[in-house]
Nanobody, 115 residues
Framework: QVQVVESGGGLVQPGGSLRLSCAAS????????MAWYRQAPGKQRELVAV???????NYADSAKGRFAISRDNAKNTVYLQMNSLTPEDTAVYYC?????????WGQGTQVTVSS
């Protein structure tokens, strides 16, 4: 069983930055596609950024130019660096590990952008 644990959320002022971390257990991490999603109150969960096992990346339009996803296979960890945050970025951020037909989700970490 793969466990996925997010951390790094919190309260930040508009224009500020946060770095989220996602640690995944198991030997499959380096071969997994990792992704960050978010879900704001009353809205559907949406993809924010994804990084493949070969470190190719893709971003939602709302994240392009502000967010950066990266991975450290030695630490079984994926990161989401978020800059120039706005109140619209307020959401619970979830990490997902995808390995073939399997998907493993974390419990989420709250990000609140407010003055």
């Amino acid at each position: 069983q793969v466990q996925v644990v997010e951390s790094g959320g919190g309260l930040v002022q508009p224009g500020g930055s946060l770095r989220l971390s996602c640690a995944a257990s198991g030997s499959i991490f380096s071969r997994s596609t990792m992704a960050w999603y978010r879900q704001a109150p009353g809205k559907q969960r949406e993809l924010v950024a994804v990084i493949t096992s070969s470190s190719a990346t893709n971003y939602a339009d709302s994240a392009k130019g502000r967010f950066a996803i990266s991975r450290d296979n030695a630490k079984n960890t994926v990161y989401l660096q978020m800059n120039s945050l706005t109140p619209e970025d307020t959401a619970v951020y979830y990490c997902k590990a995808e390995f073939y037909a399997f998907a493993y989700w974390g419990q989420g970490t709250q990000v609140t952008v407010s003055s």
